[in-house]
């Protein structure tokens, strides 16, 4: 499992960065792919619950509202989410005089998704576009994988005190604030390597943005395992070997990015 894992990583990463780097277009076209695909996990996901959400709806708005990110900012964000909660109600009316009798059931997990998904990981695309938005979203990121990677082997080696027995088992309050430690000092040994290259973020900045995202961002993971949990599946898909799904992969990116997206506005 851990050498897929890593496997899994070495070869993401590179491209990840790459994109980054890039910024624009390929940027968002990436963000898109995982945002994309993890908003279609989380429609099978449903239906294996027996619930079903507008395909249409989650992915096509999660896709839309990204690229509207992308060119306007958060102009013309209000009529766009209008138009998908008038598109959603109405799929979901055709589908009860079919014989949907939790139709209206269904238009909430369909907005659910959209919300969580869409909305939150277009943050993903706001970061990159602030001033310095690459060096901000090379700390950000980080941040919660820092944390995500310290709470997984610290937890591993020294965990025994449940964190959320319901939600995900296998997670202890060791392996939380072991996450939190690695997270805060790992972002600001990365604000001064970065610094280096030409960041001009301060060591402060990256302290901050280290602790606040390390601290919060577990509960991504958590909120994605109420959703395995209710419908009984371990991963949300198995496209990635070690990893589980693209909704696995961000469900703390989604956390991370209108975290550190909030914050670093505070100090521009």
Do not use: C
């Given at each position: 499992?851990?050498?897929?894992?890593?496997?899994?990583?070495?070869?993401?990463?590179?491209?990840?960065?790459?994109?980054?780097?890039?910024?624009?277009?390929?940027?968002?076209i990436f963000i898109l792919i995982f945002l994309g695909l993890a908003a279609w996990e989380y429609v099978q996901l449903m239906r294996r619950g027996?619930?079903?959400?507008?395909?249409?709806?989650?992915?096509?708005?999660?896709?839309?509202?990204?690229?509207?990110?992308?060119?306007?900012?958060?102009?013309?964000?209000?009529?766009?989410?209008?138009?998908?909660?008038?598109?959603?109600?109405?799929?979901?009316?055709?589908?009860?005089e079919k014989g949907r009798n939790i139709a209206a059931t269904d238009f909430a997990m369909t907005l659910g998704g959209f919300f969580y998904i869409?909305?939150?990981?277009?943050?993903?695309?706001?970061?990159?576009?602030?001033?310095?938005?690459?060096?901000?979203?090379?700390?950000?990121?980080?941040?919660?994988?820092?944390?995500?990677?310290?709470?997984?082997?610290?937890?591993?080696?020294?965990?025994?005190?449940?964190?959320?027995?319901?939600?995900?088992?296998?997670?202890?309050?060791?392996?939380?604030?072991?996450?939190?430690?690695?997270?805060?000092?790992?972002?600001?040994?990365?604000?001064?390597?970065?610094?280096?290259?030409?960041?001009?973020?301060?060591?402060?900045?990256?302290?901050?943005?280290?602790?606040?995202?390390?601290?919060?961002?577990?509960?991504?993971?958590?909120?994605?395992?109420?959703?395995?949990?209710?419908?009984?599946?371990?991963?949300?898909?198995?496209?990635?070997?070690?990893?589980?799904?693209?909704?696995?992969?961000?469900?703390?990116?989604?956390?991370?990015?209108?975290?550190?997206?909030?914050?670093?506005?505070?100090?521009?």
């Open positions: 499992m851990l050498k897929q894992r890593l496997l899994v990583a070495f070869i993401l990463l590179p491209v990840g960065i790459g994109m980054i780097i890039l910024g624009g277009v390929p940027f968002v027996g619930y079903q959400p507008s395909m249409w709806v989650v992915v096509g708005g999660t896709i839309l509202l990204s690229f509207s990110r992308f060119y306007f900012q958060f102009q013309y964000t209000d009529l766009l989410i209008s138009a998908i909660i008038l598109t959603a109600i109405t799929i979901h009316l055709v589908a009860f869409g909305w939150l990981g277009a943050y993903l695309i706001s970061l990159r576009q602030l001033p310095d938005g690459f060096w901000w979203f090379m700390v950000a990121l980080p941040a919660s994988w820092l944390a995500d990677a310290g709470a997984y082997f610290i937890g591993s080696r020294f965990g025994k005190h449940k964190l959320s027995p319901r939600s995900s088992p296998k997670k202890t309050w060791e392996g939380y604030w072991g996450g939190v430690m690695v997270g805060t000092l790992g972002t600001l040994g990365l604000t001064f390597l970065w610094q280096a290259w030409g960041s001009q973020i301060a060591p402060w900045q990256g302290a901050v943005i280290g602790l606040l995202i390390s601290l919060i961002t577990p509960l991504g993971d958590l909120a994605e395992s109420v959703f395995k949990r209710q419908v009984g599946v371990k991963d949300s898909s198995n496209i990635l070997p070690g990893h589980g799904g693209f909704f696995d992969r961000i469900d703390s990116w989604l956390w991370a990015g209108v975290i550190g997206y909030y914050l670093i506005l505070i100090w521009q």
